[in-house]
């Protein structure tokens, strides 16, 4: 898979993560949803990072033709999905992330896994299952050339929602910056 560049939002524009201060006059944005960038600047990165409502961490990208937007840290362990590859598998699109390999679906962030059949039976068979909706997906839409996200505020908890905390990013940071021994 080709790799892409991955842009933060300090790198991509000054602009603010709130709805835009102009938004077009006719077929504006939803009241909730956050601009994120000129779809022109996402098309080229192929991925990006953005920190919305000051708090949360989302990862656009933007693949054959589609955008998409999704909890930027994978559910599993945190792992930075912005490094992932996006592959096909059972004829779904996932991103694979970097750390332990798991695939998540980029549509609806189902965690996909090889199941065996029956273990006693050789040569095994496996087939793709999925776990279930793990990463929390968050709505994009486009509005005359502008990117906006509008989180996912399902209440239902989505086991990417853990590392979205201010306790595990105050954890994290911590530990990016603690002097090595
Ligand atoms: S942190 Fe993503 S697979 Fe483990």
Same mark, same amino acid.
């Given at each position: 898979?080709k790799k892409t560049d991955v842009r933060s939002d300090q790198e991509m524009s000054s ?26 600047? *996402? !098309? ?5 990072? &953005? ?5 949360? #961490?989302? +990862? ?11 909890d930027m840290r994978c559910y599993h362990a945190g792992g930075p999905l912005q490094h ?10 996932? *991103? !694979? ?5 798991? &695939? ?5 962030? #189902?965690? +996909? ?35 906006? !996200? ?32």
């Open positions: 898979m602009e603010e993560d709130t709805p835009s201060s102009s938004p077009p006059p006719s077929s504006s944005p939803a009241p909730a949803s956050h601009l994120i960038g000129s779809k022109e600047d *996402i !098309v080229k990165a192929g991925r990006l990072i &953005k920190t919305v409502n000051g708090c949360r #961490e989302i +990862l656009v990208l933007y693949h054959q033709g589609t955008l998409h937007a999704m992932g590859d996006i592959e096909e598998f059972n004829g779904r699109l996932c *991103i !694979v992330c970097p750390w332990h390999k798991y &695939k998540i679906t980029l549509a609806e962030g #189902e965690g +996909l896994y090889q199941a065996v059949d029956d273990p006693t039976v050789k040569p095994l068979r496996t087939h793709w299952r999925s776990k279930g909706v793990k990463q929390r997906i968050h709505k994009v839409t486009e509005v005359k050339g502008s990117v906006y !996200v509008t989180l996912n505020d399902c209440s239902e908890a989505i086991e990417s929602d853990v590392y979205q905390t201010e306790r595990y990013r105050t954890g994290s940071i911590q530990a990016q910056t603690k002097p090595k021994p």
